[in-house]
């Protein structure tokens, strides 16, 4: 199982931005996916699911109605759309199979301005 995140920079307070999650060794579209972020010094906090068709996800109160999660299955992908974003969104993106336990490198994304 491998995944790679891409996307992460600095953006300024009321910016977007758009990871990916390019995922392979698994069979992708028959998995949850989840994006999760982690700040030094506090504990990984989950972000957003999607379950295996991309009809039904879940949002933390925190980014509800800014992120939105989305797959593409035919490129064993999960994207999360970042919008409105305000400083306390600057953490480390993760990747997450839930099922798998499997997790990404991360990127950092970093909101200043």
């Known amino acids: 199982v491998q995944l790679v995140e891409s996307g992460g920079g600095l953006v300024q307070p009321g910016g977007s931005l758009r990871l990916s999650c390019a995922a392979s060794?698994?069979?992708?579209?028959?998995?949850?996916m989840r994006w999760y972020r982690q700040v030094p010094g506090k504990e990984r906090e989950r972000v957003a699911t999607?379950?295996?068709?991309?009809?039904?996800?879940d949002y933390a109160d925190s980014v509800k109605g800014r992120f939105t999660i989305s797959r593409d299955n035919s490129m064993s992908t999960v994207f999360l759309e970042m919008n409105g974003l305000k400083s306390e969104d600057t953490a480390v993106y993760y990747c997450?199979?839930?099922?798998?336990?499997?997790w990404g490198q991360g990127t950092q994304v970093t909101v200043s301005s």
């Open positions: 999607i379950y295996g068709s991309g009809d039904s996800t």
């Open positions: 997450n199979v839930p099922l798998m336990g499997a």
């Open positions: 060794g698994f069979p992708f579209s028959r998995y949850t």
